[in-house]
């Protein structure tokens, strides 16, 4: 394919660069977009993770679009319904024939003259490289690698005879019927893979190094049902997501302001779901406070329900090594397993691994600032999806899409062409990511930074940033300019 130009180029064809495209074809008609996706599939982490029982936990009426109602009465939905969701909106939105499969960004270039980027792709099907220049480049890559989970270095693993499987590798063919399962790892993943794999297993074995809060919250919403009920679709999707927005809102600053009352809060529901003398303390007590880490979900508790049906059973232990047949822990116990499953996480990863120019110069992006938590100090007519990490992901990334739209309309209605963010004038910085899970802290120091406050503070609160990014100014710590100007000159300090 000829080099060839678009207005914005969007990066990634999963829940948020969908999005992007519908907000960028309703709110900018006039726009011309690209979406360069790497894979040959729509949806993303939707598509990618195959293992039994993925399923989001969000709720959906905060994980689905502000402008697409999730009509489907589960509330906590599986990986199938998500993804089917996600392509259905491509579909209705006429987004699909915008998208570029196979192409994975790997570069991209900015120069003020033209006030242009060059993105340099490569076809992973035919090994080509492609070359296709915009206006303004929108990233939508998610945040972890695709190639590759996380698995740490486990002692004597080599000599293990069992199957070893990590859960963004799941492969189709893998027969657990009857057989003994051990799933290493506490989160999100963990949580959902021990009670799906139960069904058929001989017996399933969560083994965790530390505990992780978990909480059981029913599958289906009453009040959603109630709302679908009586009201049309839209309005019923709109109150059902507020009272969500405003559920998960109160319980994130309850967590904050009076951590030992959550702590106690979650510990005695967990009691009231297993079996008496269950020591929750060991296993369902973590050292740290509510949302230092995120809370793990469990529908209708379906984690607790295997635990007190014996079929599955946790630890919490640390691995002294693999055996041939399963895993010596440090206690000295051993545990049998036909299979092991690396539930151990994410390997986190910035813009899809592409790497940044501008006008000549390498953008490190350890050393730059996020502005209003979408855009870099220094780059011009760039921004970014990173969703919330105490809220629905697709919250954030709805008003990202909105607030770039109002920026290029902006541009067009004053006859300019560069918008760039100008550093804050302080060393007062933190790491983007406020969570302390291992997948953070392992990458935090190659990521972005954010500032003491607004609008280079990340606050991780919606309502908040609905005022600030949907009605808030477009001109705060920011610079405008016409092609021509280097970015350079825009370099220089804002207040923080
Ligand atoms: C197992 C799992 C469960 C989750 N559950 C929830 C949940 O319940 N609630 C929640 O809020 N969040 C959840 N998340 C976070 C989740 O990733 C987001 O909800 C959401 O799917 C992110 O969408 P995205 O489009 O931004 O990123 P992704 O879904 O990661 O999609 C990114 C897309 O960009 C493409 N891409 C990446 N780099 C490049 C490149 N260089 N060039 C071209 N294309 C590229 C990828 O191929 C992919 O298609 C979960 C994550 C995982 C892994």
């Known amino acids: 394919m000829a080099a060839d130009h678009v207005d914005v180029l969007i990066v990634g064809a999963g829940l948020s660069g969908i999005g992007a495209a519908v907000h960028l074809g309703r709110d900018c008609p006039g726009k011309t977009y690209a979406v360069l996706e790497a894979r040959g599939a729509i949806g993303g982490t939707w598509d990618l993770f195959r293992y039994p029982g993925i399923r989001s936990d969000s709720d959906m009426y905060t994980l689905g679009y502000s402008f697409k109602p999730w009509t489907d009465p589960k509330a906590i939905a599986d990986g199938d319904s998500i993804r089917a969701y996600v392509r259905q909106t491509a579909r209705e939105y006429d987004v699909e024939r915008h998208i570029r499969f196979h192409h994975r960004a790997v570069r991209a270039e900015w120069d003020s003259a033209t006030a242009r980027w060059t993105v340099h792709a490569r076809r992973d099907d035919t090994g080509e490289d492609v070359t296709i220049t915009c206006g303004f480049l929108f990233t939508n890559s998610g945040y972890y690698r695709y190639d590759s989970g996380y698995t740490p270095r486990f002692p004597g693993v080599e000599r293990y005879a069992g199957t070893l499987v990590h859960p963004q590798h799941w492969p189709d063919d893998l027969d657990y019927t009857g057989k003994r399962v051990v799933v290493i790892g506490s989160g999100a993943t963990a949580v959902t ?171 490190d992006l350890a050393s730059t600032v996020a502005y209003k938590g979408m855009m870099l100090s220094g780059v011009p007519n760039f921004a970014m999806t990173i969703g919330y990490t105490n809220a629905s992901w697709t919250l954030k990334a709805d008003l990202v899409a909105t607030y770039v739209c109002r920026l290029l309309r902006h541009l067009d209605e004053t006859g300019q062409q560069i918008v760039t963010p100008l550093a804050p004038d302080t060393d007062d910085l933190a790491p983007i990511i406020d969570l302390q899970s291992g997948y953070v802290l392992r990458a935090v120091d190659q990521l972005p930074k954010q500032g003491p406050r607004a609008p280079w503070r990340l606050h991780q609160n919606y309502p908040r940033d609905v005022r600030l990014m949907r009605h808030g100014p477009l001109t705060d710590g920011v610079r405008f300019a016409r092609a021509g100007v280097p970015a350079a000159a825009t370099s220089g300090g804002t207040d923080a």
């Not at 059902?240 to 109160?250: Q, Y």
């Not at 740290?288 to 607790?304: E, K, M, N, T």
């Not at 010596?328 to 996480?345: C, H, N, Q, W, Y």
């Open 193 to 363: 893979l021990v009670p799906a794999m139960a069904e058929r297993a001989a017996h399933v074995t969560m083994l965790q190094r530390s505990p992780t809060y978990v909480i059981a919250l029913p599958s289906r919403d009453p009040f959603a049902d109630a709302a679908r009920r009586w009201l049309p679709p839209k309005a019923a999707y709109t109150v059902a997501r507020w009272k969500n927005v405003a559920l998960g809102v109160a319980n994130f600053q309850l967590s904050r302001r009076a951590p030992g009352v959550v702590k106690r809060f979650l510990r005695r529901a967990a009691k009231g779901r297993l079996p008496a003398g269950y020591d929750v303390e060991r296993h369902f007590s973590p050292r740290y406070d509510p949302w230092d880490q995120r809370l793990c979900v469990v529908p209708d508790g379906d984690l607790f329900t295997v635990l007190r049906e014996g079929r599955a059973s946790v630890v919490t232990d640390t691995i002294d090594t693999f055996t041939e047949h399963g895993l010596r822990l440090a206690s000295g116990e051993e545990l049998p397993a036909d299979i092991v499953v690396t539930a151990t996480g994410l390997n986190l990863l910035a813009l899809g691994g592409m790497t940044l120019a501008v006008d000549g110069a390498d953008v």
